[in-house]
């Protein structure tokens, strides 16, 4: 990983709009052009071995989902500087809404539902582990498909997911009220099952039960 100097990372930051951030600082800089420019910081000399790759990882997640035909972010450039060690990862967004934007704004989600449904088995299915999935996290773009941003927290498998990784997965999609309030559960769990071997209906139908609230 290259490094640069602080104030080559500074004049990055404020030529852009901070549109997350911490009591560490910035964490997700828009740019011009839509780029993105998103920040990890070492905390303490204790995480520097754990969070030393997080935006190598971040990047490589990026890689392993596009050989998926996941569509995500497209990764520019990836650095680092010292003194105060700040890993980062210039890319390209995703044009659309989160699907939490667009449940929210619809008057009838059961299509929007089942598709995201359909979706989700995709992913699991192609070993896609990713912990912080939710409505935030997925994007539709302007043909209907989804993509993924927020990539960080997540490992790709070279198996499809097993149950007990799908009902963990599942427990992160179902975390969120305002999510769950516009989200058609029945519909969605029609298009998951739709999307998975018809033998293994039950077997995946058991790790939607076991985490999904009330119908």
Do not use: W
Request: aromatic share 8%.
């Amino acid at each position: 990983m290259k490094t640069i100097q602080n104030h080559e990372l500074e004049k990055l930051i404020a030529a852009g709009d901070v549109i997350e951030k911490d009591h560490h600082g910035p964490k997700v800089i828009l740019l011009s052009g839509d780029r993105y420019l998103k920040i990890f910081y070492h905390k303490n000399r204790i995480s520097m071995a754990k969070l030393r790759s997080r935006a190598s990882q971040f990047s490589d997640n990026a890689k392993k989902l596009k050989k998926r035909s996941v569509t995500t972010i497209g990764i520019l450039d990836v650095f680092c500087t010292k003194r105060p060690r700040r890993d980062c990862v210039l890319y390209h967004g995703i044009p659309g809404n989160t699907v939490r934007h667009v449940l929210q704004n619809n008057t009838d989600n059961e299509k929007l539902s089942k598709k995201l449904g359909s979706y989700i088995a995709q992913l699991h299915d192609a070993g896609v582990m990713f912990r912080s999935l939710h409505m935030g996290n997925i994007i539709q773009l302007a043909d209907g498909t989804f993509g993924l941003i927020d990539i960080a927290d997540m490992r790709v498998n070279l198996f499809s997911l097993h149950k007990s990784q799908r009902r963990r997965n599942f427990q992160h999609i179902f975390r969120y009220q305002e999510d769950l309030s516009t989200l058609d559960l029945r519909a969605f769990e029609k298009g998951y099952l739709e999307d998975v071997a018809t033998e293994k209906h039950q077997y995946y139908r058991d790790a939607l039960n076991a985490v999904r609230p009330s119908m």
